[in-house]
């Protein structure tokens, strides 16, 4: 599931485009902006467990309100023009077996002006969907992708956008689409499918972005690493079929240093420890190697953008685990600055081409 490095995006994006400060802050109200997007796409085979949805051409399209932020105070702190709302879709996966899906989700948008008329944007959203077909063992058993009506949604995506008028523009857009429940229902082997899109945008104010006087600022180099702390707790999970086991739940702790490097980047280290509460058939293989408490050691990237970090880790376990597990695993996360010191967030637990599950954590910043 995670090879396809699905916030690969923010880890390739230049801090140094339009890096701006001025002494002199102009404050803008924010502009109010509806769009509409149709996009065709394809689904990724990502393990052959899923193999029967191969050919798969997902199309849909969606609506979307938000709100886009023009004040040079807040372009200052990502050295873009941020646009933030909600986005309502519909898709039909083009396949029995998937069915059709709603989508609702909450997005980010930093736009980047290349021209007066030009610009580029990438984009990340998390939300929920509502799924038509899941996996039953009575009447649906082909769908091995998702077995929950309700399933978590993440998305990624780059833009290029044009203005037509003071109010209209259009962007074509690339998109990265993933569905995984994170193992709280069995099967689950994930959704993930990319799309391309067309979208018409309309600008209830002006679409001009302003020009800021643009010098470079390394006000981060100075900064001393941030030591992050906190707790995270995973629900009961289903029975696992495939393995003979059930979670019951899990609680660990986390610690992680992290120093930015650039204005929206910065590269940590850290380690975790948590009680996996697991129940199964103690005489099949698959729990010969399993222990009470975990730990492992990792590293990655975090994505800054104001309040919201976008996190994206590579771990390697420092003790025994369950042999249906790889030694590696990856996380990706999601993270609220409530203020100087605490966070909260979700964080996406994975092995090879599968999650293994969400968890919710709460987080203190030294």
Do not use: C
């Not at 030009?118 to 996996?135: D, N």
């Not at 420890?273 to 199964?280: D, E, F, K, P, Q």
């Not at 990856?330 to 599950?357: M, P, V």
């Amino acid at each position: 599931m995670l090879r396809y490095s699905i916030f690969f995006w923010f880890i390739l994006v230049n801090d140094s485009l339009l890096a701006q400060h001025d002494t002199t802050i102009i404050q803008l109200k924010p502009q109010k902006i509806v769009a509409f997007t149709a996009n065709k796409g394809n689904v990724l085979i990502h393990t052959e467990a899923v193999e029967n949805i191969r050919g798969a051409k997902p199309f849909g399209f969606s609506i979307e309100v938000s709100k886009q932020q023009i004040n040079q105070a807040s372009y200052n702190n990502s050295s873009s023009y941020a646009r933030f709302g909600w986005q309502l879709s519909y898709y039909n996966f083009n396949t029995p077996i998937l069915g059709n899906g709603t989508i609702v989700n909450y997005f980010l948008q930093p736009i980047y002006k290349l021209t007066n008329r030009l610009q580029f944007s990438y984009r990340a959203s998390i939300g929920a969907a509502y799924l038509s077909s899941p996996y039953n063992a009575k009447t649906h058993i082909d769908n091995q992708n998702y077995s929950s009506h309700i399933v978590p949604y993440m998305h990624i995506s780059a833009a290029l956008g044009y203005r037509i008028t003071n109010h209209l523009a259009v962007e074509l857009n690339t998109n990265f689409h993933h569905l995984s429940n994170g193992n709280l229902t069995q099967p689950n082997k994930g959704l993930n499918f990319t799309t391309t899109g067309l979208s018409l945008v309309y600008n209830a104010n002006n679409n001009i972005l302003p020009t800021y006087h643009a010098i470079k600022n390394r006000y981060w180099k100075p900064q001393k690493p941030w030591v992050d702390v906190g707790v995270f707790y995973v629900p009961q999970q289903d029975y696992y079929n495939k393995w003979q086991v059930k979670r019951h739940f899990a609680l660990g702790l986390t610690a992680q240093i992290s120093k930015q490097v650039g204005r929206t980047n910065a590269l940590l280290v850290g380690g975790e420890a948590y009680y996996n509460s697991i129940s199964g058939d103690v005489s099949t293989k698959f729990l010969n190697n399993n222990a009470a408490v975990l730990g492992g050691l990792f590293i990655g990237h975090e994505f800054l953008l104001n309040r919201l970090i976008f996190s994206q880790n590579i771990g390697l376990y420092v003790t025994s685990h369950p042999s249906y597990n790889s030694n590696m695993y990856f996380r990706l996360g999601l993270r609220y600055k409530l203020n100087t010191h605490w966070q909260i967030g979700a964080n996406l637990k994975a092995h090879s081409d599968e999650a293994d599950f969400f968890d919710i954590r709460f987080l203190y910043r030294f």
